[in-house]
């Protein structure tokens, strides 16, 4: 479990479900003030319920049976609008949800009870708010318009979504697509995603791999942490070109890891993983001495990194695995949805396009608490399956750990697929899973 080393920060209030080590919250009673001992506190009140979907993924935004929800949002009312949420990268601890509020189950769904007036509803999931303002009565009933997260970032209209760098991979694993069929840019019929519409939506880099419009060189992005704290997300898809020369630079090294310990998230895909072992060596040990970066290129006492021991992640050849999911809240939530073969299985998904291989995750002591006892990271396996070479031993495909501070890392064998497809597959849907929820809280983050 992760303990502070020092006084948190000034908490967010309105932060949503903890992190990756709890997922157990439960919903929190709506509480009538007027109430007084042996009175039923919901007495009076109006029950709403409804779904929280994700981004674009509502009902009438996607074929019937295609929409998904989202699990973990906190859904409340407020007298007051709530506070802007941060446009730079902060440590956001986890605290309670608010008296009046609930925290949606694995499909998404709430029931909400609470005396009739003029409220601010919120409905948020990490940095992904809308708040809108309601006369609440006993004919009031939600609309899906009215709980679906939003797509754009518009505060004057009350919708918040996180400010994202994504660094450009090749071609095979276009991640802006799953962005546009989130509504955060635009996709075409076919499914693929219309380069001029990421502008205003997100912040595109180019490495080397290919380039859109817009894109800026990735060195403008990883050589300045202030251009960093920008983000709350910074996205390093499959294959990221330009990057031996770039990571050997202690600069960056210093940068990326300033950057997770401050707060920030990284979203690692394949042969992009030396962005993050390179930096953070010590949690997932990839397979071949080649792809991997060992621990002891990292010198924690010291605070040095070692260039000439970095692995370059570039495994080969690709491979399909015969997967499921580890996580049980993923499992919940993915199991029963629709994809493009029908109704998915947690237990049984076809993952496509893998190419590193992970030998093993390891726990890693990252500091002391106040008492002196150690604080250890233990990375969470979401996503396990087959690889080549291990006789079909069952090995993890997708983690998340917490090598520092407030920040969280992503690493996934797998990515999106290349085809052109309208929807997502299975092995996107747990992409866009994680992309809601590496932004939220932590539970109490070692703060350097």
């Known amino acids: 479990m992760r303990r502070p080393v020092t006084a948190l920060f000034p908490l967010l209030i309105l932060a949503a479900a903890c992190g990756p080590a709890d997922r157990t919250s439960e919903t929190v009673p709506a509480v009538d003030a007027g109430a007084g001992d042996g009175e039923d506190p919901n007495e009076g009140n109006v029950t709403l319920t409804g779904t929280v ?31 802007p949420i941060s446009q730079t990268v902060e440590c ?3 605290t309670e949800a608010p008296a009046s509020g609930v925290v949606t189950d694995a499909k998404g769904n709430f029931v909400l009870s609470v005396a009739p007036g003029t409220y ?16 609440i009565t006993p004919q009031t009933v939600l609309t899906h318009e009215q709980t ?12 918040w979504i996180p400010r994202i760098a994504l ?54 992005l990883v050589k300045d942490l202030d251009k960093m704290l920008q983000y709350h997300i910074i996205f390093f ?103 493009a073969g029908g109704e998915i299985s947690a237990e049984a998904i076809q993952v496509v396009g893998n190419y590193n291989r992970i030998f093993d995750l390891h726990e890693v002591e990252i500091g002391t608490d106040m008492m002196g006892q150690p ?26 750990y917490e090598p520092v501070g407030c920040g969280r890392v992503m690493y996934s064998t797998f990515h999106t697929t290349s085809d052109e497809h309208v929807g997502l597959l299975p092995q996107e849907r747990v992409l866009l899973y994680l992309l809601l929820e590496i932004g939220v809280c932590k539970d109490d983050p070692v703060v350097e």
């Open 237 to 339: 898809p499959c294959a990221v070109g330009d990057r031996d020369e770039l990571l050997a630079q202690s600069d960056v090294q210093r940068n990326i890891r300033d950057y997770v310990a401050m707060g920030g998230r990284m979203y690692v895909a394949d042969w992009a993983g030396d962005w993050a072992d390179n930096i953070f060596p010590e949690q997932i040990q990839l397979a071949g001495t080649t792809y991997d970066t060992p621990a002891t290129a990292y010198d924690r006492a010291a605070d040095i990194w070692f260039p000439a021991q970095f692995g370059n992640a570039n495994a080969f050849p690709s491979y399909t695995s015969f997967a499921s999911i580890s996580e049980p809240g993923l499992a919940e939530w993915l199991d029963g949805q629709m994809g």
């Open 148 to 159: 679906t997260l939003p797509s754009l970032h518009d505060p004057d209209n009350g919708m």
């Open 167 to 220: 660094v450009l991979g090749y071609s095979g694993d276009p991640m802006e697509t799953i962005l546009g069929k989130m509504g955060i840019g635009e996709v075409d019929a076919s499914g693929a995603f219309i380069a001029t519409s990421a502008a205003g939506k997100f912040d595109l880099y180019e490495a080397g791999s290919r380039s859109l419009a817009g894109a800026m060189p990735v060195e403008t």
């Open 53 to 83: 979907w994700a981004p674009g993924n509502a009902p009438g935004m996607v074929p019937p049976g295609h929409e998904i929800p989202v699990s973990g949002a906190v859904v409340y009312v407020a007298l007051d609008r709530p506070e």
């Open 120 to 135: 601010w509803l919120v409905v948020q999931k990490a940095q992904f708010r809308l708040e809108q303002q309601l006369v």
């Open 92 to 94: 956001v601890p986890c």
């Open 375 to 400: 604080v250890i990271d233990a990375p969470v396996t979401y996503v396990s399956g087959t690889a080549p070479g291990w006789d079909n031993e069952i090995k993890p495909l997708m983690a998340t």
